[in-house]
């Protein structure tokens, strides 16, 4: 209600970045039924009910998942009764982990789940919805790379703002406004993340002792073609 009051109020351009927590631990969606969302692109359906007494965790993640749905919708369908309005409006969804690993089901391992480096703990729910998305290509998937840290950019890039050289040539995030527009080449090589616990105190500069190794440091790599590499160190730091 808040986000649907804001997109219709605040100043324009304007940029709102909305948290949801669904679907989350404790898995309990409210017992009632949701504001359903209607609108031409979108009719919500009714949601599951939770077990409530913690019987089936599964079923209960899917109902808050549907219940996040719903309310997903009823924000697209402000969006869409805006665009018709000529206001020009691009939606980001994006989730932060991989499943939680007490909702995984079989044939899924668990243990690939959420705070893992697995497909299955950091590759997330990723769509966008904008204006600049042509009708023919609307529903369309896009196999090229892409990675959190892509939100800098594409979010300058839509506000027609140019990003700040990095001093070492580094380039962190890439827009993805090029496929919102058609183009198909990928704008990256590869997709990069990483764990690390640190164990240290740090010095008057904030930096590490000399010689410092992480305790733990994990790494992994894909590349445009989907092979992965992942590479575990424990350190003795």
Request: charged share 20%.
């Amino acid at each position: 209600d808040d986000a649907i009051h804001l997109i219709n109020t605040m100043p324009r351009p304007f940029f709102l970045y909305i948290p949801y927590n669904a679907p989350h631990s404790p898995f309990k969606a409210p017992i009632v039924q949701p504001t359903a969302a209607v609108c031409p692109s979108y009719v919500g359906k009714p949601v599951c009910n939770s077990s409530f007494d913690g019987s089936d965790t599964p079923n209960d993640a899917r109902c808050m998942a549907q219940w996040l749905d719903n309310e997903i919708g009823r924000l697209l369908c402000d969006v869409e009764r805006l665009r018709a309005e000529g206001e020009q409006v691009t939606v980001i969804f994006m989730g932060d982990n991989g499943t939680d690993r007490a909702v995984i089901v079989a044939p899924f391992d668990p243990a690939h789940g959420k705070s893992s480096l697995y497909q299955g703990g950091i590759n997330v729910p990723f769509l966008i919805n904008s204006h600049l998305v042509s009708a023919s290509r609307q529903g369309g998937v896009i196999e090229a790379p892409v990675s959190s840290t892509d939100l800098l950019a594409t979010v300058v890039d839509l506000a027609g703002a140019k990003p700040t050289p990095d001093p070492f040539g580094l380039r962190d995030s890439v827009s993805m406004v090029p496929y919102l527009l058609g183009e198909i080449g990928a704008q990256r090589d590869y997709v990069y993340a990483e764990e690390f616990r640190l164990n240290y105190i740090p010095n008057e500069q904030g930096r590490p002792p000399p010689g410092y190794v992480p305790k733990n440091h994990d790494q992994t790599i894909r590349d445009e073609a989907g092979h992965k590499l992942i590479r575990y160190v424990s350190g003795t730091g």
